[in-house]
């Protein structure tokens, strides 16, 4: 079992950056990391993620060319730096663990969500 704990949400202007930052509770490296995000009244969507193999990530096309996944599986952590912010990033972000793919359906731990808002 692993309890995922995200942070680092806010709210930023349009341009602006943040990162956000996910903390497991045990080790993560046997699993694929990935950001979701959930705006108002839409389905949670694929962000960005990574595999075992840190080389092998892959972004949704909105966020490709701002958005960074890393993971540092020394200390069990995921980050999303966030870069060029849009209003359309504006969503409650989670981070999960589970199988490389963009379905959230193959992702089996998931955290609690943080909220970003960008002011356009």
């Known amino acids: 079992q692993v309890q995922l704990v995200e942070s680092g949400g806010g709210l930023v202007r349009a341009g602006g950056s943040l990162r956000l930052s996910c903390s497991a509770s045990?080790?993560?490296?046997?699993?694929?990391m990935a950001w979701f995000r959930q705006a108002p009244g839409k389905e949670r969507e694929f962000v960005a993620l990574?595999?075992?193999?840190?080389?092998?990530?892959f972004y949704r096309d909105s966020v490709k060319g701002r958005f960074t996944i890393s993971r540092d599986n020394s200390n069990y952590m995921l980050y999303l730096k966030m870069d060029s912010l849009k209003f359309e990033d504006t969503a409650v972000y989670f981070c999960?663990?589970?199988?490389?793919?963009?379905?959230?359906?193959?992702?089996?731990?998931w955290g609690q969500g943080t909220q970003v808002t960008v002011s356009s």
């Open positions: 045990g080790r993560t490296d046997d699993y694929a």
């Open positions: 999960a663990a589970g199988r490389y793919s963009t379905s959230s359906k193959t992702y089996d731990y």
């Open positions: 990574q595999g075992r193999n840190p080389g092998l990530t």
